[in-house]
């Protein structure tokens, strides 16, 4: 059986549209193109914004912090087991260096689920390059909450500012108590 030219043709272009459009499907999830970066730092300022109206010391922390890693909203969840997850940006003299997921899992007895923004400064250049190279950094127990949960804030005074990292937890509606970031981990995405 012979192929005329006119079906070879046919043939080619259609392979050649097939493969146009596996180009296309692999490049739709790459990033590249998207508005999720904007949508992070849009974010981000209006949750800045919002701590410095509620807790107006954080305003003075961070003047003096070197970075501020800005998590607008983590959601939380759980049913014997839970998890977190959230987005957001690193900001180095107010400009967004690098973007970051977050993730937090836990066992026990819990039922619920509750969303909040949270806000890391790191006070040092040492803690804030840390960070930064790690490939994943889990918040431990040693960090230094800046907001209590009966609702007032500390004072920003020497002994604080001189912690590596302070953290800042805060509800969207309020402030969540108990606030804890320990066991959180933090990595590098791109949006």
Request: glycine share 12%; proline share 3%; aromatic share 8%.
């Amino acid at each position: 059986m012979s192929i005329s030219p006119s079906n070879r043709l046919t043939r080619r272009g259609f392979t050649l549209a097939a493969l146009a459009g596996v180009s296309m499907t692999a490049a739709c999830g790459n990033g590249v193109g998207n508005s999720n970066a904007a949508k992070i730092d849009a974010r981000v300022d209006a949750t800045l914004n919002e701590m410095y109206a509620l807790y107006p010391n954080t305003v003075t922390l961070s003047q003096k912090a070197t970075g501020l890693l800005v998590m607008p909203l983590v959601t939380e969840a759980g049913f014997w087991f839970g998890g977190a997850f959230g987005r957001g940006a690193l900001r180095v003299n107010g400009v967004t260096v690098d973007y970051y997921s977050t993730t937090k899992a836990s066992a026990g007895l819990q039922i619920g689920a509750q969303q909040y923004a949270h806000v890391l400064f790191f006070m040092t250049d040492a803690a804030l390059a840390d960070f930064r190279r790690s490939s994943g950094w889990a918040a431990g127990g040693d960090l230094e909450y800046v907001i209590r949960d009966v609702g007032d804030s500390l004072a920003t005074d020497t002994t604080i500012l001189r912690t590596p990292v302070l953290a800042a937890v805060f509800g969207r509606a309020g402030l969540r108590v108990g606030a804890t970031l320990e066991g959180t981990k933090y990595t590098r995405i791109i949006p």
